[in-house]
């Protein structure tokens, strides 16, 4: 139980304190500590593992460049940027298992940086005076991050800050001791979807896929599911994908927060993944249940789903538009790429007589999709609905058709 490490990540010049007693808390329980210093102005009281020299030249600068910039923002990003590409080579050197990062505002633009760096399964903690703040984007949220308030501590420490800082310790050495990475002994099919009210082809393909010596990861299309999918796309960690819920591409383009970042459907396509896609909620823009409609969208109707999630039905003209996107962002795919275009309808609410049945707006995106469909995609339409036992059949048989010409990879994620 004493052989993981933790990354322990800071401006030692002014919080020596609090990252020394984080340290104090994880050697006491059996774990072993690396250091690293991201100040710029200031120096360690004590020396650290990686100094703010280190981590400067890691990312081709010196601390000297990021003094003469004359610009604290400049400067920080200049070590954010060495201490990204420093903590991502310690992990491939097997020489840290975990990381935690200590910050107000500063800290915490760089910790985002920082964790971002680590792939998906990797333990990465932020102690944060801002955590769970509006002002963190979600797009530069890692998908499996925890964040833990720095209450009480933006001045020395103090028993209320040492709460934060004592549980944040435990908890990135204890997930550090349990974490089990996805590195199954099967390769690994990435789907998207929501839950079975709303696309039911999960229950269907699952199975199937598995009979076939694959698994399968279903990931929720509600921003932070898709943030964890395209992640694990962009490292070539799935045989293929089975991207049949688009809506998150559709939320980025309406201006809702709820999104997976502008990079949505398309690192598995620029990795050469094979893809299968398809059209699941198109139609449906997703927006915080509790905050304002996105002006984009606004007066729309709109569809309850709980206090947190609401969504609203697009428009034919954004329908069009969406439609467009999927095409420019299929365009880019090196891939084996299918489209498979369910002409009866994208989710259960929009079947005819549905509560959110537009046929006119079904059938202008449609036809934009066969307008912009690009020539590295196979478009192939169904006369079928999304949730039709038939899309499953028709998915399954492309999917055989990928393994028969040697294009799915039978190797497990490494």
């Known amino acids: 139980m004493s052989d993981k490490t933790i990354l322990i990540v800071g401006t030692y010049d002014t919080k020596q304190d609090e990252l020394s007693y984080i340290a104090e808390v994880i050697h006491a329980q059996g774990g072993k500590v690396m250091t690293m210093d991201v100040s710029v102005l200031g120096q360690a009281a004590t020396p650290t593992d990686v100094s703010k020299h280190d981590v400067a030249q890691e990312g081709g600068h010196s601390i000297q460049e990021a003094i003469d910039r004359g610009d604290e923002n400049i400067a920080m990003q200049i070590m954010a940027k060495g201490a990204a590409l420093t903590t991502a080579?310690?992990?491939?050197?097997?020489?840290?298992?975990?990381?935690?990062v200590l910050g107000g505002t500063m800290g915490t633009d760089l910790a985002l940086d920082v964790c971002s760096a680590l792939p998906i399964g990797v333990p990465k903690y932020i102690v944060?005076?801002?955590s769970f703040s509006p002002l963190i984007p979600p797009e530069r949220l890692p998908a499996d991050v925890q964040m833990i308030l720095w209450a009480g501590g933006l001045y020395g420490l103090n028993s209320v800050c040492k709460a934060s800082l004592s549980q944040a310790a435990g908890a990135v050495l204890g997930a550090a001791r349990a974490a089990q990475r996805p590195t199954g002994d099967k390769p690994l099919i990435g789907m998207m979807s929501f839950g079975k009210t709303v696309l039911r082809y999960m229950v269907g393909l699952k199975p199937e896929l598995e009979k076939r010596g694959y698994e399968v990861a279903v990931f929720h299309a509600t921003g932070m599911g898709g943030r964890a999918f395209e992640s694990l796309a962009a490292e070539g960690a799935f045989a293929a994908v089975l991207d049949f819920a688009p809506q998150e591409v559709g939320n980025h383009l309406m201006g809702s927060s709820i999104t997976a970042g502008a990079d949505r459907m398309t690192n598995a396509g620029k990795r050469g993944t094979p893809q299968i896609v398809s059209i699941g909620c198109y139609d449906l823009v997703d927006f915080v249940g509790w905050q304002p409609v996105p002006p984009l969208v606004a007066g729309q109707e709109q569809h309850a789903h709980n206090r947190l999630l609401s969504?609203?039905?697009?428009?034919?003209?954004?329908?069009?538009?969406?439609?467009?996107?999927?095409?420019?962002?299929?365009?880019?795919?090196?891939?084996?790429?299918?489209?498979?275009?369910?002409?009866h309808g994208g989710n259960e609410w929009d079947r005819p007589g549905?509560?959110?049945s537009d046929p006119d707006g079904l059938a202008a995106f449609?036809?934009?999709?066969?307008?912009?469909?690009?020539?590295?995609?196979?478009?192939?339409?169904l006369e079928?609905?999304?949730?039709?036992d038939a899309f499953c059949t028709a998915a399954l048989k492309v999917?055989?058709?990928?393994?028969?010409a040697g294009l799915?990879?039978?190797?497990?994620i490494s």
């Open 89 to 100: 080579r310690l992990y491939r050197e097997g020489r840290i298992d975990g990381v935690l």
């Open 128 to 130: 944060s005076t801002v």
């Open 311 to 343: 969504s609203v039905m697009m428009t034919t003209d954004q329908r069009r538009q969406m439609a467009r996107t999927m095409c420019e962002r299929l365009a880019t795919a090196e891939g084996s790429t299918t489209l498979l275009l369910p002409l």
């Open 354 to 356: 549905g509560p959110l």
């Open 366 to 381: 449609i036809e934009e999709l066969r307008q912009n469909c690009p020539e590295n995609v196979r478009l192939q339409e």
């Open 384 to 388: 079928c609905h999304i949730n039709d």
């Open 399 to 404: 999917f055989d058709d990928l393994a028969k």
């Open 408 to 412: 799915l990879s039978k190797e497990p």
